[in-house]
T-cell receptor
Framework: AQKITQTQPGMFVQEKEAVTLDCTYD???????LFWYKQPSSGEMIFLIY??????QNATEGRYSLNFQKARKSANLVISASQLGDSAMYFCAMREGWVGGGADGLTFGKGTHLIIQP | EADIYQTPRYLVIGTGKKITLECSQTMGHDKMYWYQQDPGMELHLIHYSYGVNSTEKGDLSSESTVSRIRTEHFPLTLESARPSHTSQYLC????????????FGPGTRLTVL
């Protein structure tokens, strides 16, 4: 079973509109972290935001916020006031198992290709 | 800005050649990782290291090998490159566990003819 599911392969959004990118996850580990990364066409991975499983409040970083619904196992990324430079691939990722000494590498979803139109 | 470097950025090589992809970080991070990403696809963990002399295989089986003789250096080697190895390889490092972000290098795009 997929551990990270991103159901939107591609999205077109008008500039200045808000965007919500969906992410659901699957884990039985009580301690886990959820990350969002942006990957422009140049290929580098840019960290955007992090949410820990025990965090009480939704994470925010500038124009990025994470809508964390733990019971639904969902961690959607919200980008407010989108800009042309936001056009890129967006990946949701999870880290789990580090408490038990696990690998703690990231498991990634398949990504969403976001295109911002002028 | 993350201080993690990968060389070469692009490599086109013939089948059967031995190659080494370099990864270095100047942040003093103990944990380092290699991910493989096929075009338009997600990243998969292929190797990781907790520190010097520690190397482990990741979730995705890979014919590559890694070494960690120095904290800052985590090279990946393919003894005999094949067209199926064509992919992007991304190196990452992190300070510790839990919520610390993984800093990624710019990646190496490998093409094996």
């Amino acid at each position: 079973a997929q551990k990270i599911t991103q159901t939107q392969p591609g999205m077109f959004v008008q500039e200045k509109e808000a965007v919500t990118l969906d992410c659901t996850y699957d884990t039985s580990d009580p301690s886990y972290g959820l990350f969002w990364y942006k990957q422009p066409s140049s290929g580098e991975m840019i960290f955007l935001i992090y949410q820990g499983s025990y965090d009480q409040q939704n994470a925010t970083e500038g124009r990025y916020s994470l809508n964390f619904q733990k019971a639904r196992k969902s961690a959607n990324l919200v980008i407010s006031a989108s800009q042309l430079g936001d056009s890129a691939m967006y990946f949701c990722a999870m880290r789990e198992g580090w408490v038990g000494g696990g690998a703690d590498g990231l498991t990634f979803g398949k990504g969403t290709h976001l295109i911002i139109q002028p | 800005e993350a201080d993690i470097y990968q060389t070469p950025r692009y490599l086109v090589i013939g089948t059967g050649k031995k190659i080494t992809l370099e990864c270095s970080q100047t942040m003093g991070h103990d944990k380092m990782y290699w991910y493989q990403q096929d075009p338009g696809m997600e990243l998969h963990l292929i190797h990781y290291s907790y520190g010097v002399n520690s190397t482990e295989k990741g979730d995705l089986s890979s014919e590559s090998t890694v070494s960690r003789i120095r904290t800052e250096h985590f090279p990946l080697t393919l003894e005999s490159a094949r067209p199926s190895h064509t992919s992007q390889y991304l190196c990452a490092s992190t300070m510790g566990t839990g919520g610390n972000e993984q800093f990624f290098g710019p990646g190496t795009r490998l093409t094996v003819l």
